[in-house]
Each structure stands twice: as structure tokens, then as C-alpha cells.
């Protein structure tokens, strides 16, 4: 359908041009000539008559000059309403000036729209457009049911939770932060996923930057949760931006390790990955192991001993890394649980070890060794 674009826009076009260029076609204003000249005729006819009028006796000297002056200021006043339409421009100008519009508009917006346009993008169907305004119709009509409800029942941690799903999905994310706030304030437990949720909405009100509000939040989830994507992907993107790129890849590929490959967030993982190896001067191949998410086998397609050697393979490869770079507690802490999984008790403690060892040697007051002790009890406990 995209003739009867173009077909609409030219005639929207030739119409606009004729309005434009209609004034301009009238002449120069100089058209009303004849009734203004006409009308000054009439005024020194009167002026003649008063004068033979005064000859012949018919009127009196103070008559004749009240006459006069009334006659006069009628002349002034008509030449005066004349005299602006005198002030136009030539025929030969505004036909000139008609016909540069009339070749200037069409090629001027469609210039326009070449250059800031989408031509080529493809319609969407109607239908389609109709039922997207519908479904958020219908999201924003119980949003504002349920936000109702609330009023009457403000206890309601479910509700509140699912309002800032809601809001969240309607792209209100300022008030899904503090429908999720309302939440964790009614909530018992630590609420990992809650706290997590409530990072992500802050991280975008922000506009991408992890503020110092969602980073707390973020913390709170991984004290609860240490395995926590969300939290894990803003947390490392937290010290991204506070300048701190090698802690930042080390984070994003040991959560590359723990992401299946058909999660629907790993592309973006896997080049915020590619890009903090560039900033370093890294080759982004050697850091993600020199495979590239394409060629890198989907776990969920193996058989159950294919399974198992696939997951030893990437503990092992996290052992190798740590015994490299030793000073990495939630490093250890990954080997520890992973040990755990595949029953390697004697491996799981060594490794629960090193983490003891490397949280000894933060400093007291690190916002992280709370977390990581906690997250390190947790680990001791299933031994």
C-alpha cells in the first residue's frame, strides 16, 4: 500500500502549495484601485459643488467652509484606507514568488522526509495497531482497578508486588519502584527477587546508571539470593561504572558460566562481556574461552553424561581461573556450590576454604563481607 502514501501525501501537498501560493496569484493589491479611485472622484465632485454652491449664494461663507472641512476629512479618510493596498509588490514578483514555492514544497518535504523519514519500514496492519492499544487499554483499566484496592487494603503485599509488575510493563517505572517498596515494607523475609525488582526499576528511572539506592537494593537481593541473575548482571555493571572493569568482567563471566544458552538475556550479557574486554585491551574470544555463543553447545540438547562432562568442564575451567586469580571470594564460593551439585564433598570444602580465607581479608567495614559470610554459613550448612 505504499502507492497510497505517496498518492495522499501529494495531494496533501498540491493542497497546502494552492493555499500558499493563492494570495500570491492575486496580484499585488493593487485590484481595488477602481472602488477606492471612485470614491475620491465622488469626494472632490462635492468639493467642486460646495465651491459653485458658495458662487451662486446658495451657501453661506460658514457654510460653505463647515462643508468643505467635512468633505475633506471624508477625502482623507478614503485615501487613507486606499493608500495600504497600494503598498504590494509587483505582478511580475509575487508570480515569481508563486512559483518557487509551488517547486520549492514538494521538493523540500519530500527532502525531508528522505532524510528524517522511514520510507522503507513496513506498515503495521491496523488489526495489529488496534489490538497493542487495546492490551494496554486493558493493563492500564486494572492497573487502576488494583491500585483502587489498595487504597481500601494497603496490607496487601501481593498486591502491591503485582502493581509494580504492572507498572512495570506499562513503563511507569517510578511508580513501580515505590509499588515495590510498599511491598518489601510488608514483607517478613528478605525477598531476594523483590529487592532485585525493585533495583532494575531505579537502575531505569535512572536511565541506566545504578544509583546508590538501587545498588543497596541489588545487595540486598544477592545477601538473600547469591545467585540472583539480575542482581549479579547490576551489580557488576555497578562497579562498571564507578571505573572498576576488571571486577566487572570477572562478575559477568562467572554469571556467563551459571546462564543457559538459550536464556533470552544472554546476548546482552555476552557483549556487555565483549565490550569491558575491549576497554581493557582484551581479545573478547580468548576471554569467553575462545567460543563464541553460537558454537558454544545448549546443555538442555545433551544427553545426561554429556551433561555432566559439559559441567565439569566449565568447574574446572572456574577452578583453573581461580587458582590464577585467587583473591575472588564469590569466585570460590561459585566453586564451592558447584562441588556440592556434583557431590564432590573433599573439593567443595578446599574450595569453601579459600573463600573463608580470601572474606578474612576484606576489610571490616566492606559492604560485601556481611553478604558473603552469609552466603558462605549457607554453604557450610548443606556439608
Do not use: C
Not at 264 to 271: D, I, S, V
Amino acid at each position: 500500500m505504499s502507492w497510497l502514501f505517496w498518492i495522499l501525501a501529494a495531494a496533501l501537498t498540491a493542497l497546502i502549495a494552492i493555499l500558499l501560493v493563492r494570495p500570491l496569484l492575486k496580484g499585488d493589491g493593487r485590484g481595488n484601485d477602481s472602488a477606492g479611485e471612485e470614491d475620491l472622484q465622488v469626494y472632490r465632485a462635492q468639493l467642486r459643488e460646495v465651491d459653485r454652491d458658495l458662487e451662486r449664494g446658495v451657501l453661506a461663507q460658514s457654510e460653505a467652509k463647515a462643508a468643505r472641512l467635512e468633505i475633506e476629512r471624508r477625502l482623507l479618510a478614503a485615501d487613507a484606507r486606499q493608500r495600504p493596498e497600494r503598498i504590494g509588490l509587483p505582478k511580475k514578483v509575487t508570480r515569481l514568488m508563486a512559483l518557487a514555492l509551488l517547486a520549492l514544497l514538494p521538493l523540500g518535504t519530500l527532502g525531508t522526509y528522505l532524510w528524517l523519514g522511514q520510507p522503507g519500514l513496513p506498515g503495521q496492519p491496523l488489526a495489529q495497531r488496534g489490538e497493542e492499544v487495546q492490551e494496554q487499554r486493558n493493563i492500564a483499566e486494572m492497573v487502576q482497578g488494583l491500585r483502587a484496592r489498595l487504597e481500601n487494603n494497603p496490607d496487601d503485599r501481593q498486591g502491591w508486588e503485582m502493581l509494580g509488575r504492572s507498572y512495570g510493563v506499562l513503563g511507569r517505572w517510578q511508580e513501580a519502584a515505590e509499588a515495590y517498596r510498599e511491598a518489601l515494607k510488608l514483607s517478613d523475609g528478605p525477598r531476594p527477587a523483590l529487592q532485585s525488582a525493585l533495583g532494575e526499576a531505579l537502575v531505569t528511572v535512572n536511565q541506566g546508571e545504578v544509583s546508590p539506592g538501587a545498588e543497596r537494593a541489588f545487595d540486598a537481593a544477592l545477601s538473600g539470593n547469591p545467585q540472583d541473575a539480575r542482581a549479579r548482571f547490576y551489580k557488576a555493571l555497578a562497579l562498571h561504572q564507578r571505573g572498576d572493569l576488571r571486577s566487572a568482567l570477572d562478575r559477568w563471566i562467572a554469571l556467563a558460566e551459571d546462564t543457559p544458552q538459550d536464556a533470552g538475556w544472554r546476548p546482552m550479557l555476552m557483549q556487555q562481556i565483549a565490550a569491558t574486554a575491549q576497554e581493557l585491551g582484551l581479545n573478547p574470544e580468548e576471554v569467553n574461552g575462545g567460543e563464541s555463543t553460537a558454537e558454544r553447545p545448549s546443555v538442555q540438547d545433551m544427553d545426561p553424561e554429556e551433561q555432566e562432562a559439559y559441567i565439569r568442564s566449565m568447574v574446572d575451567g572456574l577452578a583453573a581461573r581461580l587458582q590464577d586469580n585467587p583473591q575472588d571470594p564469590e569466585g570460590w564460593l561459585r566453586l564451592g556450590q558447584a562441588r556440592l551439585v556434583l557431590e564432590e564433598r573433599d573439593a567443595a570444602v578446599e574450595a569453601l576454604e579459600n573463600a573463608r580465607q580470601q572474606i578474612e581479608q576484606l576489610p571490616a567495614d566492606s559492604p560485601e563481607r556481611d553478604e558473603l559470610q552469609r552466603a558462605l554459613d549457607s554453604l557450610e550448612q548443606r556439608l
